[in-house]
């Protein structure tokens, strides 16, 4: 795995998130309102929706197509909904935010 650098924690509002684009897909990296930093693949198993463009809530964000619920933690969906994203390794040293890839990192967004 390597690790990438990818902005700092102030680049995402609090209870918001930002996309990466890698070569293993599109990446959504959340803030909680409590600055912590997850990330999981940007596309819900439902119906593909943006991740990344929906609302985030404790530790865990609304799909903005259906309202499916996912853990930023496991990536699971939550309460009656079944299906799961990936979750991505993410470090944040001195403010900075990484992520641990399998290749290079492509561009972010």
Known sequence: MNWHEI????DIPAR???CVTTPQGRIGVFRTAENEIYAIEDHCP????????GIVHG????????NWVFSLETGKALGADEGAVKTIPVRVIDG?????LESTLMAAE
Request: aromatic fraction near 0%; include cysteine; glycine fraction near 18%.
């Open 59 to 66: 530790a865990s964000v609304t799909c903005p197509l259906h």
């Open 46 to 53: 439902h119906r593909g929706g943006p991740l990344s463009q």
């Open 7 to 10: 902005g700092i924690i102030e």
């Open 16 to 18: 918001g998130a930002r």
């Open 96 to 100: 900075c935010i990484l992520l641990g």
